[in-house]
């Protein structure tokens, strides 16, 4: 049997996990666009890339719901990650 606290470190865990996983499947759908003189190609890979931009969301509120802070988040889990800066910076 778990204690909260460790489910809560699992679960950030994972979530940390699927927001890399995220950020990476950005990337690629950018590489892809840019790859390519497809219009057709290009407004599907980008329609992926908003949907992962939306599933980051997702998993950014279910960290803080953790209590897992944003800048915390960003500065040891995701090196390199893109995505848009928060506003106020650091």
Not at 26 to 54: F, I
Not at 80 to 88: I, K, L, M, S, T
């Amino acid at each position: 049997m778990t204690s909260e606290t460790g489910d809560r470190d699992a679960d950030g865990a994972l979530l940390r996990e699927a927001l890399a996983l995220e950020a990476a499947a950005v990337e690629r759908y950018v590489q892809h666009s840019g790859a390519t003189s497809d219009p057709r190609l290009q407004s599907y890979w980008e329609s992926l890339r908003r949907n992962e931009a939306e599933h980051h969301g997702i998993l950014e509120a279910a960290l803080a719901r953790l209590g897992a802070a944003p800048r915390q988040r960003a500065a040891q889990d995701e090196p390199g990650a893109q995505g848009d800066p928060e506003p106020g910076g650091r």
